[in-house]
């Protein structure tokens, strides 16, 4: 599955209405480690059906952003059930990415 691009008018259906764990990566296009990050966070997506990758471009959702306090950029927020479960911020690796999902 696909990553889904969410912005403040899908958010809460993507993220918080879903059926199924949510890694959010909160990331900006000018950000070397996020641009680093963003065929990991693919890879996941595609590999792991049994959750949902959302994206966050923080300079088009600066609300999501101050929202969840990113204050550092790679950010990755984990949701189960509409709520914010796990977080950590910086370049990861696929490992730990899919162990915060567990």
Known sequence: MAE???TKDNFQVEVLESDKPVL???WASWCGPCQMMGPVVAEIAEEHPEYKVCKVNVDEQQELGMQFNVMSIPFFAVFKKGKLTNSTVG???KESLIDLLK
């Open 4 to 6: 889904v691009i969410c």
């Open 24 to 26: 959010v990566d909160f």
């Open 91 to 93: 370049a990861q690796s």
